[in-house]
């Protein structure tokens, strides 16, 4: 099976970093994906890790550490539009499971 | 929009009854997941299909059942309906199946 923990909530001022921390254990591993969610609406896929190390993609990046069963997700430059409820997503052997989310809310 | 088609968007019933959810993939994609979320819950996995074929089972209640046809598009059969059940219910699909998912814009289900 697979076990995904991530915070429940976070508040961060507009234009500041706020970083999501994801740990998770699975019986077989094969990606970890970060989804963005607004309240009522379809994920969307953020980034996605395989291997260990930093993905950046804009103004969010993603870290792996496999070892560690442990990823987070950067954002920088936080605006407005980011409060929504962020989603880490283990693929372990063939199904996708979804921690429960983490929900971001960003204050001028 | 994701390319993946829900239908339909909202679904009011009543206790007991049956509904039928229909998911059209992205063009080319082979591989369908439906996805419960309930209201204060995260998603939770019920079933993928791959190329017409059943892959992966989730958390998916005996009152519920799926197919994906060979045209891809698949079904999420919901039947003896309770107040429970009631929840957005998404569709993604993906290429292969280490891609990434693209989700529809979900059906909104209603049992009163």
């Known amino acids: 099976g697979q076990n995904i923990d991530q915070p429940t909530e976070m508040t961060a001022t507009e234009g500041a970093i706020v970083q999501i921390n994801c740990t998770y254990q699975?019986?077989?591993?094969?990606?970890l994906f970060w989804y963005q969610q607004h309240a009522g609406e379809a994920p969307t896929f953020l980034s996605y890790n395989v291997l260990d190390g930093l993905e950046e993609k804009g103004r969010f990046s993603s870290f792996l550490s496999r070892s560690k069963g442990y990823s987070y997700l950067l954002l920088k430059e936080l605006q407005m539009k980011d409060s929504a409820s962020y989603l880490c997503a283990v693929r372990g052997d063939y199904k996708l499971s979804f921690g429960a989310g983490t929900t971001v809310t960003v204050r001028a | 929009d994701s390319g993946v088609t829900q239908t339909p968007k909202h679904l009011i019933t009543a206790t007991g009854q049956r509904v039928t959810l229909r998911c059209s993939p992205r063009s080319g994609d082979l591989s369908v997941y439906w996805y419960q979320q309930s209201l204060d819950q995260g998603l939770q996995f019920l079933i993928q299909y791959y190329n017409g074929e059943e892959r992966a089972k989730g958390n998916i209640l005996e009152r519920f059942s799926a197919q994906q046809f060979p045209d891809l598009h698949s079904e999420l059969n919901l039947s003896s309906l309770e107040l429970g059940d009631s929840a957005l219910y998404f569709c993604?699909?993906?290429?292969?199946?280490?891609?990434?998912?693209?989700f529809g814009s979900g059906t909104q289900l209603s049992v009163l």
């Open positions: 699975t019986s077989g591993f094969n990606g």
């Open positions: 993604a699909s993906s290429g292969i199946e280490n891609e990434k998912l693209f």
